[in-house]
């Protein structure tokens, strides 16, 4: 009997060994691929540790972060279309830095990244509250809403760095590029590994809070603290990711969607597959961000928003055939 057992959970367990397998080669890609290379250079040892290195760990914490975050997202609003790019928590994120940057003409990346949360949250929260009070029949206006909203918050951003002359701000903001990571200006990232594990912490209880909010009283569990907790961990995450690299679109779309087609949504044992494909969207987008028109680069903002299009395409082709078949 425990030999069927052992061989069961190993045929489970191969497809994670293989996906790990993969994100560890795409690192070594990642910290091998670059302008010049490193055994060449007296000072190329010395590179890898000051840039190298802190960009694809940058790469991989963020492909995590925002895959969760994304997963998270979608799981408490029971909406394929939604993450924080098409929720506008993304845009809010650039208002809440915009302002932080009229209020103090050099802030500091804390500052930054406190403004960018703060900002993450409020339009979290009023996403959230404008979808509970116009309680939307159509699974596409949901999303729909989301980006109306998010695209007139980024007007009034644009307008503000028009206004007072930030508009350089605007540009690094919205690149997403990870060509200015550097020991030193990455270190704040490694907060998303807290935040993917209280996400993992919680996962159970964001699991039966999915189930709506009665379902989730009469299982003896507080609602709308799950909720809240819920949405200070995505604008934790969101918050912390606009600080520091700037607008990555999509992610957060494509990899939950492309987990939920395969394993359904139980979200504590797709976390793992989250952080991984992630990791491997992220770091993929960037090789060939790096490899298209090297030396020079396209921003990962510009693939990611591409590729995430595509996806946003296939679930609305899907979604489609679904409704006409039932």
């Known amino acids: 009997m425990p030999q069927p057992s052992t061989s069961k959970q190993t045929t489970k367990r191969w497809p994670l060994l293989l996906a790990a397998t993969f994100v560890v080669l795409l690192t070594i890609l990642s910290i091998t691929t670059g302008a010049y290379t490193i055994g060449q250079h007296e000072e190329g040892y010395a590179m ?37 790019t098409t929720t506008g928590t993304l845009d809010w994120a650039g208002l809440g830095l915009m302002t932080i940057y009229l209020l103090i003409p050099s802030p500091s990346l804390v ?11 409020i339009g ?26 998010g ?32 020991q030193g200006r990455y270190e704040l990232l490694w907060l998303l590994l807290i935040l993917v ?17 009665s379902m989730t009283t009469n299982l003896g569990l507080d609602y709308p603290r ?37 394993r359904g949504d139980h979200l504590r044992s797709n976390l793992i597959w989250g952080c991984l494909l992630g990791m491997s969207v992220l770091l993929g987008a960037d090789l060939l961000s790096r490899t298209i028109i ?21 679930v609305l082709f899907q979604l489609g055939k679904g409704s006409e078949e039932s």
Do not use: C
Request: charged letters at 10%; hydrophobic letters at 60%; a positive charge.
């Open 48 to 84: 890898l540790f000051i840039s190298r290195i802190p960009r694809t760990a940058s790469l991989m914490l963020t492909g995590a972060g925002m895959s969760v975050a994304g997963y998270v997202i979608q799981l408490m609003s029971q909406n394929r279309f939604v993450e924080p």
């Open 111 to 121: 500052l930054r990244m406190i403004g960018a949360i703060l900002g993450a949250f």
């Open 124 to 149: 979290t929260v009023i996403y959230a509250k404008l979808i509970d009070h116009l309680q939307l029949r159509s699974t596409l206006m949901v999303p729909v809403l989301g980006m109306m909203l």
């Open 151 to 182: 695209a007139t918050v980024s007007a009034a951003t644009t307008y503000l760095g028009l206004r007072f002359q930030m508009t350089h701000m605007l540009e690094v903001w919205f690149a997403g590029s990870f060509a200015q990571i550097q």
């Open 197 to 213: 594990i209280g996400v993992f912490i919680f996962a159970d209880r964001l699991t039966i809070a999915a189930l709506g909010e």
């Open 226 to 262: 799950i909720r809240l907790i819920a949405t200070i961990l995505v604008a934790l995450i969101t918050g912390v990711v606009a600080a520091v690299i700037g607008y990555i679109p999509f992610l957060g779309l494509i990899v939950p969607n492309l987990i939920s087609m395969w």
């Open 294 to 314: 090297a030396p020079f680069e396209i921003p990962v903002s510009f693939i990611l928003g591409t590729v995430g299009a595509f996806v946003f395409g296939i």
